[in-house]
């Protein structure tokens, strides 16, 4: 047999792999480029400030290649590439062709035109960071979230547009394989077994180590559980906000409203959009090659803020340098978080809280029992609330608040090891207190959210 023929069989038995991306033990970085006029796919890989293209990378007994020029992803534009790397002049004149591009296609708030910026460069190097904040417009149907997602999406990186999904199985492999950012409209999950997918992948997807564990069958018919690492940025919309506060503190929001477009945005995408949005694409790319590892997490001490928001504010405040902008973020932030505190002081949570404040203020806390909370509780206004019953509230400050009692002679009391709890809760639910000493109060008295802090 000729040396020709073993080679061609060893290379027959070489399994390929199609990858879009990947760092080598080198640090070498891996990106895919997709040319749709040559129909032709290849890697750059960049090292120490060289460029080299390749169509096959070879490691151990595995073949990597780009995905195929035939492939429908590409061919349909499900998944964008760039078709090349392009250096640019500087980093803030980058800043500005992108801000630009997005003033040119969307019409959006000043402020959040920066942020969306920022966030699109945000996406190529976010595989740098452990969390990620998310990106949505949220508003009625024509408020323009269709054009929000197509201008975005076509400058983030490796934009993996889910529309037209029939299955949400579709979305988690496209993830796990491509690992860019995941543009997703709310109508491509309007049926609920889909919605609690997408859902799945929201409360995943921000923090790395947090794969979803889906049951699958294999060749055989045989069932098994199969990991899908959803760790990606996502720019979605959406009509409402999500009712899991936790989920929905995630995201950056822009509110679209109707019958805003301006005059100088075209109604209809023309051709030169995609030819603009693939310079960009290629110019970021670059700017991933030069900036991958380089900037490093900033960690926001502004006590105003809740810990979950700093965790998905800080990494994109590591890539913005303008001043107006970080303080511009971090205000809308604290705005937000102040949302989300009134929010919980709607529930039944709060108002009972609320009571046990009330009576704190006439009695040691030894001394209140659950009957005199379920009471007071009922005072106040209903505003259609219901009427709870002393074993209901009691189920509220052991399950809910996590407030401990005691049973004594008298009924269920209030433990004295719950003043550090109490301390937290006032924190959480935004309550102040009347801290005049001389003023006269009953257990009608029940201390309610600060509206000069909070807004209404």
Partial sequence: MSEEKIKKEKEEKR???QIASMILDDGSIVEMVYDPIKSRSDFIIFNNGEIKKESLIEIEDMDYVPLYPNNGLLRNRVILFPTNVEKFE???SLIIEIENFIHKYLDISSFFEKIATYYVMFTWIYDCFNELPYLRALGDYGCGKTRFLQV??????????????????PVFRIIE???????LDEADFRFSDTKSEIIKILNNGFSKGFPVLRTEANKNGEWGLKTFDVFCPKVIATRERFQDRALESRFLVEEMEKGTLRDDIPINIPNSFWEEATKI???LLWWRFINYGQKKIENDTNSKIQPRLKQIANPLLSIIRDEKIREGLIATLIEYDKQITIDRGM???????????????????T???????????????????????????GWYLRERLKIKT???????????????????????????????????????????????????
Avoid at 152 to 169: E, H, R
Avoid at 371 to 390: F, H, W
């Fill in 177 to 183: 394989q491509i690992r860019g950012t995941l543009i």
């Fill in 367 to 393: 001394e209140i029992k659950v009957k005199d909370i379920a009471d007071t509780y009922n005072r106040g206004p209903l505003d259609a609330k219901e009427v709870l019953s002393s074993q209901k509230v």
């Fill in 15 to 17: 399994f390929k792999k």
């Fill in 90 to 92: 500087s980093e803030e």
């Fill in 152 to 169: 975005m999406g076509s400058i983030c990186n490796k934009p993996m547009f889910a529309g037209g999904a029939t299955t949400t199985s």
């Fill in 281 to 283: 694409r290629n110019k």
């Fill in 347 to 365: 529930s039944n949570d709060a108002k009972i809280f609320e009571a046990v404040l009330a009576l704190l203020k006439n009695y040691p806390l």
């Fill in 406 to 456: 005691e049973r004594t002679r008298d009924g269920y009391v209030l433990s004295e090891i719950n003043k550090p709890r109490i301390e937290l809760l006032k924190k959480k639910f935004g309550i102040v207190e009347d801290s005049n000493p001389d003023k006269t109060t009953d257990t009608n008295d029940i201390p309610v959210i600060n509206e000069e802090t909070y807004g209404r």
